[in-house]
């Protein structure tokens, strides 16, 4: 049975709403060691599973979402990782698992470069929403970004940069 497709773009309309997961942050995909270098910590097993970690000479880095509205209602999330400062690591851990965590505000830079915009390293804001989801970045002074969380983009902007990004380290 052929999938349903839309009426704007005619792409499939699975491939409207869906969940786009980096694995590490850009800087540390860029080092040959990636998240295994001497030192590092990942609050889970795997850099796929940790929602935090901290590399040496990178920094210190959250998970959170960043969700795209396409036209029409549609909506792609980024799971991406939030370069905080090292020193506020600890807070942000001890409050992970606790009942403090719906009150969790994060204050850093957008470590992966976001499909088709960049925006690597641009000040983002981000706050829980929901207790049981990693933080969602919901402003940011930097002026596209901000329009990247509040606009509605058109689906073959956003879907036609996924298709081609190449990206590693980047799934769904």
Known sequence: MPAETC????????????????????PVVDTPANELAAGSWMSHA???????????????????????ALQDGYRVTFGVWVGIHPAELRSVFDA???PEYRDLRLTGRLANA??????????VDAEVHDDQHTPYCHR???????????????????????TGSGRPGCGE
Do not use: K, Y
């Not at 940790?50 to 969700?67: E, T, W």
């Not at 940011?140 to 996924?162: G, N």
């Open 7 to 26: 009426s704007i773009c005619d792409r499939a309309l699975d491939l409207h709403n869906r969940h786009v997961r980096f694995t590490l942050p850009d």
């Open 114 to 123: 976001i499909p088709p915009w960049g925006l690597l390293a641009s000040p």
């Open 96 to 98: 992970w698992w606790r």
């Open 140 to 162: 940011s002074d930097d002026p596209l970004l901000d329009r990247v969380l509040h606009d509605e983009w058109p689906h073959t902007l956003v879907l036609d940069a996924l």
């Open 46 to 68: 795997s850099a796929r599973e940790s929602v935090m970690m901290q590399v040496p000479n990178l920094g210190a880095f959250v998970r959170a979402l960043l969700p795209v």
